[in-house]
């Protein structure tokens, strides 16, 4: 069935980076947007950036411009999100989902990696 | 911080109808096609309305969505226990040249 899978939880330390992995199967990877989303702890959805598997084009929000960087390897069809200088408040769990249909549509949602940022 | 306002809380009772509003502006609403999701709690966030109205498959004819100027709704009919969860309104913008969400909205069936 059509899936993406993420890597497990992480902690790291303030000032460091994390790379999380999000594997799809079941579609064809390069057909879709993959965005990336994360939610803090008792907060609402935040939109990270979006790339797009088929040229590797990548947009982020100006809040992570100069923190994020999205790539994707389409030989295994997996998309990754590296988030550097990393916060206390990064403290969150992060999704990554396909854009479905259009206009932001996200129908299917990984499962959330965790990722801790604790000195 | 959140573009798009939603009302923090609402409830009802079994089999009431419920409506949640999401409020933009011109560069986001007022532009662009509008979705919502459903979050169930400790769960990832699920597709619920599409392009304003529009349902995915195996989403119940109860969730219906609209939208209108710079604002948009979702209504949730015959309420049931297991839409006990938070909602959420988003939508591209333009002038951010990025997608935003709602400040959510947590239903509660009495």
């Known amino acids: 069935q059509v899936q993406l899978v993420q890597s497990g939880a992480e902690v790291k330390k303030p000032g460091a980076s994390v790379k999380v992995s999000c594997k799809a199967s079941?579609?064809?990877?390069?057909?879709?947007?993959i965005h990336w989303v994360r939610q803090a702890p008792g907060h609402g959805l935040e939109w990270v950036g979006w790339?797009?598997?088929?040229?590797?084009?990548?947009t982020y929000a100006q809040k992570f411009q100069g923190r994020v960087t999205m790539t994707r390897d389409t030989s295994i069809s997996t998309a990754y999100m590296d988030l550097g200088r990393l916060k206390p408040d990064d403290t969150a769990v992060y999704y990554c989902?396909?854009?479905?249909?259009?206009?932001?549509?996200?129908?299917?949602w990984g499962q959330g990696t965790m990722v801790t940022v604790s000195s | 911080q959140s573009v798009l306002t939603q009302p923090p809380s609402t409830s009802g009772t079994p089999g009431q109808r419920v409506t949640i509003s999401c409020s933009g502006s011109s560069s986001n609403i007022g532009s662009n096609t509008v979705n919502w999701y459903q979050q169930l709690p400790g769960k990832a966030p699920k597709l619920l309305i599409h392009s304003n109205n529009q349902r995915p498959p195996g989403v119940p004819d109860r969730f219906s969505g609209s939208k209108s100027g710079t604002s948009a709704s979702l209504a949730i009919s015959g309420l049931l226990s297991e839409d006990e969860a938070d909602y959420y309104c988003?939508?591209?913008?333009?002038?951010?040249?990025?997608?935003?969400f709602g400040t959510g909205t947590k239903v509660t069936v009495l």
């Open positions: 790339i797009f598997p088929n040229n590797g084009a990548t």
């Open positions: 988003a939508a591209w913008d333009d002038s951010l040249n990025g997608y935003v």
């Open positions: 079941g579609y064809t990877f390069t057909g879709y947007y």
């Open positions: 989902v396909r854009d479905g249909v259009s206009g932001g549509a996200f129908d299917i």
